[in-house]
T-cell receptor
Framework: AQKVTQAQTEISVVEKEDVTLDCVYE???????LFWYKQPPSGELVFLIR??????QNEISGRYSWNFQKSTSSFNFTITASQVVDSAVYFC?????????FGAGTTVTVRA | DTGVSQDPRHKITKRGQNVTFRCDPI?????LYWYRQTLGQGPEFLTYFQNEAQLEKSRLLSDRFSAERPKGSFSTLEIQRTEQGDSAMYLC???????????FGEGSWLTVV
């Protein structure tokens, strides 16, 4: 069975602060994929980033960066210099064979 | 390239009525998924199609729920004899075997009164 845990339910920051979202996962698969999705109030789940289990290189894409540590089964996500438009619910997800398992989500509120 | 399209976006129905949602995946995506999301929760897997074959159904999908993908393109999700507990957002998603990312539609909100 797969399980994704997002311990933070809500985070509130002031614009331009950095925001780090925690994600811990459990899986028995040796090959798997980790994702972060953003869900604004409109409801659509917007794909942000994907990481393969066999690639632990951490990267930066614009204001987004992630820290994948297989040894601790964590896949944390950081938004640098947050903006009001970043306010949304962020979901961490895990895919083994073909389906995604989601965490409960972290609500991020960025105040001007 | 259009994204995943869902219709209707919002549906209010009386308890006991049947409702049907439609999903048009991204063209050439052979994988199609239905998820359900309730307030404050992450999406929960309901069912998965590869082409026209329904390969997995979650135990969340009671016998009142049926999903089809007759020609391997669009899909429908029907809920019969709706109950108030069916109120949720129903999300459709699609993907390709060669691309490990799954893309979601905007969801169909169902309110059962």
């Amino acid at each position: 069975a797969q399980k994704v845990t997002q311990a933070q339910t809500e985070i509130s920051v002031v614009e331009k602060e950095d925001v780090t979202l925690d994600c811990v996962y459990e899986t028995r698969d040796t090959t798997y994929y980790l994702f972060w999705y953003k869900q604004p109030p409109s409801g659509e789940l917007v794909f942000l980033i994907r990481r393969n289990s066999f690639d632990e290189q951490n990267e930066i894409s614009g204001r987004y960066s992630w820290n994948f540590q297989k040894s601790t089964s964590s896949f944390n996500f950081t938004i640098t210099a947050s903006q009001v438009v970043d306010s949304a619910v962020y979901f961490c997800a895990l895919r083994g064979d073909y389906k995604l398992s989601f965490g409960a989500g972290t609500t991020v509120t960025v105040r001007a | 390239d259009t994204g995943v399209s869902q219709d209707p976006r919002h549906k209010i129905t009386k308890r006991g009525q049947n409702v049907t949602f439609r999903c048009d995946p991204i063209s050439e995506h052979n994988r199609l998924y239905w998820y359900r999301q309730t307030l404050g929760q992450g999406p929960e897997f309901l069912t998965y199609f590869q082409n026209e074959a329904q390969l997995e159904k979650s135990r969340l999908l009671s016998d009142r729920f049926s999903a089809e993908r007759p020609k391997g393109s669009f899909s429908t999700l029907e809920i019969q004899r709706t109950e108030q507990g069916d109120s949720a957002m129903y999300l459709c998603a699609s993907g390709r075997a060669l691309d490990n990312t799954i893309y979601f539609g905007e969801g169909s909100w169902l309110t059962v009164v």
